[in-house]
């Protein structure tokens, strides 16, 4: 029997800072549990968002990695655990050969697409991965 694997992270929507001076909009959001509070590039509405801050929301997370390599020890996380995500690892969930990326367990679970140089049918589920990940890691909320 499989087991659906879920690509939506379920997050607290701490803050949602809006966009100004040509940077966009963000978003501050906390794992209940945890000390991690990210800051991720809102792709959505800041207006309709705003509204639900203190609660618990749904969304999907993207991210471009660097090059990638495979990890031999630790675990799954993000850093620095306050602020934009630089270097993350985190296990292979399911790959997507098409789109060159991985979804990866971090704190939650992210979509990240490969450099060119890398195809991400060389990893497998499981596999631990860690890389530095390019600025304006995104959160598109669920509708």
Known sequence: MSTAVSDTARVV???VVPASGGSPAKVRVSLPNMAY???LVLDGDAGALAARAGKRV???VRG???RAWHATAGGCFIEPVWGAPRIVQGRVLAVDVQANAVL???AFPAWVTLEASQNAGGFQT???LNFYVESGMTFT???
Request: hydrophobic content about 40%; proline content about 5%; glycine content about 10%.
């Open 104 to 106: 990866l367990d971090l």
């Open 37 to 39: 509070r990210v800051e």
């Open 64 to 66: 471009k990695a660097q």
């Open 126 to 128: 499981g596999d631990m």
């Open 58 to 60: 749904s969304g999907t």
């Open 13 to 15: 929507l701490d803050e």
């Open 141 to 143: 909320p669920a509708a």
